[in-house]
C-alpha cells in the first residue's frame, strides 16, 4: 500500500509539474508571437467541405494582405477579431481572437494554469482512488477468508 502511495505522489508531483508549465508551442504559441487584428471574410468556406477556412483580408503593417482564418462559414463582408502571427513572411493562418480572461487576452496566466493543476489532481485523485477499490477487492476476493455474516448464538 505504501508503494502505491509514493508512486501516485510521485505521479502526482510530475504531472503537476507539467500542467504548470506548459509547452508554449504545443497550446498555441506564447502572446508575445500573437497581435490582434481586425480582419475582413472575402471569402467564405463551406463547414460541411474539407477546406483550409474563410479567405480574410487583414491589415499588417499598413498593408492589406490575405489569409486563411481559422474558421468556416462566416457572411461574406463580416468583420472579424482575429489574432495574426507576429512574423507574417510567406503563408499563414490568421486565428480567432483571445477570449476575453485567457491567457492571451493580457491576463498572468495564473487562474488557467491553477485550473490545469486543479484538474489534473483530480485525475490523478480519481486514478488513485480506483487503484485502491481494485486492490480492496483483490485482496478481499482471493487473499482473506469469506466472511459470514450470518452468525447464530
Not at 489569409?67 to 463580416?78: F, N, S
Request: hydrophobic residues 40%.
Amino acid at each position: 500500500m505504501a508503494l502505491i502511495l509514493l508512486v501516485l505522489g510521485l505521479v502526482g508531483v510530475g504531472a503537476v509539474s507539467v500542467a504548470w508549465w506548459p509547452l508554449p508551442a504545443v497550446l498555441g504559441g506564447s502572446p508575445a508571437e500573437w497581435r490582434p487584428a481586425t480582419a475582413t471574410v472575402i471569402e467564405s468556406a463551406s463547414c460541411a467541405a474539407s477546406t483550409k477556412g474563410d479567405l480574410v483580408e487583414v491589415t499588417v503593417d499598413g498593408h492589406r494582405v490575405q489569409a486563411r482564418y481559422d474558421g468556416c462559414g462566416h457572411r461574406r463582408g463580416e468583420r472579424l477579431a482575429v489574432r495574426v502571427p507576429a512574423d507574417v513572411s510567406g503563408e499563414f493562418v490568421v486565428r480567432p481572437a483571445a477570449r476575453v480572461g485567457s491567457e492571451t487576452a493580457g491576463e498572468s496566466g495564473l487562474r488557467q494554469r491553477l485550473n490545469r493543476v486543479l484538474l489534473t489532481l483530480a485525475g490523478i485523485a480519481g486514478g488513485g482512488y480506483i487503484l485502491m477499490m481494485r486492490w480492496t477487492t483483490r485482496r478481499e476476493s482471493g487473499h482473506s477468508p469469506p466472511r459470514d455474516h450470518t452468525h447464530v448464538r
